[in-house]
């Protein structure tokens, strides 16, 4: 006679159910790897504009090295915080990140309330890091930084400029050579470069600071550009500080998800990204724009938007727009 007993029963059925349990445990690994599904990225202004351009660009390199499809999905207005607000608010599971520029986390967090701060994000890679350039207006009644600034002295107020959003890098930069040359001019804020590059073809404002993408896809003329040298595809245009008023600077952008993002799905994106980042085809795309390929990882990334942060509040500050 077989004596079955409690214990041995437990036995059994353990020796039966592990397999399974394996394979069930394998499957759920492998259905939690990721990506999965398709990942949204959320670009915070409308399409058309400098960041959108290389949201486009990137994202055909970017969906290969991932292995899944990147949905661009633009979400404008107030300066680009609305975008990344609703980064910033997302579910850190990676599914949901964004390709952001500098301003709306260095600049427009000193200038309005707002929902997030640059600990509400975490830094996946730096994508792009572009020298900005002084745009004219189709119908501008100057040519060159010295006409404009001429005409601004002549008629003062008469000088109408554009920029991405109040505070946005652009704003800075033009608001920083018109003061260095004693002027004055009307400021009209836009909800990012492609309304703005509307305006300044129907002549509606005379000028603005964006990244050479913009003139390069609307045929606009540039008066200078904001960097130390002359830049390769510009090489006929002289740097600001040519013409006497030494003054630099540079829209750059990148990967941003919600802070609390796990490390390995960040590590995930962050290799797609330096992967898409090399590939021929976004360097073409951004040759095309004039723009300059530039990743960094998510460290150095963070270092270096929040050191700009603090150099950005006393800038604001010296203009005297910077909320306290």
Known sequence: MIRITRKS?????????????????GMVRAQERFPARAVQMIVPYPPG???????????????EALGQSVVIVNRGGASGTIGDAEVARARPDGY???????????????????S????????????????????????????????????????????????????????ILIARLLRHAGVEGLHVPFTGAGPMAQAALSGQIMAFVESP?????????????????RIAALLDVPTVTEVGYPIIGSSAGGL?????????VAAAIQRACKTAVGSESFRMAAARLNSVPSFTDGVEFQERFTSESKSNRQVLQDLGIARE
């Open 116 to 171: 997030y701060s640059l600990d509400s994000f975490r830094f996946l890679c730096l994508v792009y890091d572009n020298p900005q350039v002084l745009v004219l207006g189709r119908e501008a009644p100057f040519r060159d930084i010295l006409g404009m600034i001429a005409f601004g002295r002549r008629q003062p107020e008469a000088l109408v400029y554009g920029s991405p959003g109040q505070g946005s890098t652009q704003h």
């Open 9 to 25: 029963l437990l036995r059994g059925a353990a020796g039966l159910l592990t397999p399974a349990l394996v394979a069930s445990s």
């Open 49 to 63: 504009g400098n960041t959108d351009l290389m949201a486009r660009a990137l994202q055909p390199a970017l969906t």
């Open 213 to 229: 993408s913009i003139p390069v896809s609307t045929g606009l003329p540039v008066a200078g550009v904001f960097s130390a040298e």
């Open 256 to 264: 941003v998800a919600p802070a609390g993002l796990a490390d390995d």
């Open 96 to 114: 949901t990140i964004g390709l952001s520029p500098n301003a709306p986390l260095t600049t427009q967090t000193h200038l309005v309330p707002v």
